[in-house]
């Protein structure tokens, strides 16, 4: 069974940094691109970054230069580095496995960032 | 502001069928598959079309995707009060090489 963990949310001031970990079980890792997925309280579904099975990194405008995706394949691990924290990425966090371009099978149950001073 | 455009609601009786659209451009839907996911609230969304109108095993039939040019259509038949949830479509841009999600389209069962 398809298991995706994440952890490392908490509620941090402006500006502030966090690494947010996704653990991954039930599949090949190494053999599936990957990617995080943000929903701020109340509102819709934003891909926010995706790393390919080579490494290849994508990120969405608003978060470019703030936000780094990566991955430990020895560690069935995803991360995403999120630094210069402001108000309005105030969202849960999903990680979803990719079958395909957006087409994730599988999610974890988010894990929740609260920025705010 | 979503690329992708979905309408805000839509509301249907129990029994009856509902159809959901989902319109971009040539860089996105135009030229990449179309998924559909289902949100019911405080979970994760769950993957209902991909491929433009495949199902996921586990999936019923009574859920459907198409897809024409740069729009995508999720349609929902026997309605039922469990299809009470958001429902979001998604793709790839080829040309800003990222992902999007629609809007979200919250559907009534009234």
């Known amino acids: 069974e398809v298991q995706l963990l994440e952890s490392g949310g908490g509620s941090v001031q402006p500006g502030g940094s966090l690494r947010l970990s996704c653990v991954a079980s039930?599949?090949?890792?190494?053999?599936?691109?990957m990617n995080w997925v943000r929903q701020a309280p109340g509102k819709g579904l934003e891909w926010v970054a995706g790393i390919s099975v080579s490494g290849t990194t994508f990120y969405v405008d608003s978060v470019k230069g703030r936000f780094t995706i990566s991955r430990d394949n020895s560690k069935n691990t995803l991360y995403l580095e999120i630094n210069s924290l402001r108000a309005e990425d105030t969202a849960k966090f999903f990680c979803?496995?990719?079958?395909?371009?957006?087409?994730?099978?599988?999610w974890g149950q988010g894990t929740l960032v609260t920025v705010s001073s | 502001q979503s690329v992708l455009t979905q309408p805000p609601s839509v509301s249907a009786a129990p029994g009856q069928k509902v159809t959901i659209s989902c319109s971009g451009s040539s860089s996105n839907i135009g030229n990449n598959y179309v998924t559909w996911y289902q949100q019911l609230p405080g979970t994760a969304p769950k993957l209902l079309i991909y491929d433009n109108d495949k199902r996921p095993s586990g999936i019923p039939d009574r859920f459907s995707g198409s897809k024409s040019g740069t729009s995508a259509t999720l349609g929902i038949s026997g309605l039922q009060a469990g299809d009470e949830a958001d429902y979001y479509c998604?793709?790839?841009?080829?040309?800003?090489?990222?992902?999007?999600f629609g809007g979200g389209t919250r559907l009534t069962v009234l």
């Open positions: 039930g599949f090949m890792f190494s053999r599936h691109g």
């Open positions: 979803a496995k990719d079958d395909g371009y957006i087409q994730f099978g599988n």
């Open positions: 998604g793709t790839w841009d080829s040309s800003l090489l990222i992902g999007m």
